[in-house]
């Protein structure tokens, strides 16, 4: 299959600001090019949810985010690619528990919406603020450049999970 004309048929029509554009898909040498930091941090722009071991992190560890995010990346790449995500999950969950928080200065922010499905108000709470990770961040670069693209956790889809590399 020719993946650029199949991304270039699936350009998405976004509407922002009242002005109309289409976004250039994102390549993965797009992600590589950045210089490698010894140190990332991150700024949680909408509140992030995560969960590992069936509740919401109120701490977050960088294999958990890293986690979270292979998730999504896999789940995005099967259902709007057509194909499996081809990295050793294990190998780099093994990784990125080497990665250590240097500094965390996340606070829990709750977010309210109303369901007109279930007609009832929701919150939707989450992870504000600044991470400061340090460690063997290579294996790990492309995929935390796309996640800004792409955001991490649950309620992605309302918008929730944004976050920048600073």
């Known amino acids: 299959m020719n ?4 991304a270039q048929k699936r350009a998405t029509i976004v509407y922002k600001g009242g002005n109309i554009y289409r976004p250039e898909p994102i390549r993965w040498s797009d992600l590589l090019g950045d210089p490698l930091p010894e140190r990332v ?9 995560i ?9 977050l560890e960088f294999h958990i985010l890293m986690r979270s995010l292979l998730r999504r990346i896999s789940l995005l790449t099967f259902f709007h690619c ?12 093994l990784q990125a528990q080497k990665v250590r928080v240097v ?3 996340l606070l829990w922010h709750d977010w309210l919406r109303y369901s007109h499905r279930q007609r009832a108000r929701l919150k ?22 796309l996640g800004e693209w792409i955001h991490v956790g649950k309620g992605t889809s309302f918008g929730l999970g944004r976050y920048r590399i600073l």
């Open 3 to 6: 993946w650029r004309r199949f």
């Open 41 to 49: 941090t991150l700024r949680f722009v909408t509140p992030v949810r």
């Open 51 to 59: 969960k590992y071991r069936e509740r919401l992190c109120g701490d």
């Open 82 to 93: 057509g194909r499996e995500l081809e990295v050793d999950f294990r190998g780099l969950i």
């Open 103 to 105: 500094e965390s200065n």
């Open 124 to 145: 939707l709470g989450g992870l504000m603020g600044e991470m400061t990770f340090a460690g063997d961040l290579e294996p790990f670069w492309p995929f935390l450049k």
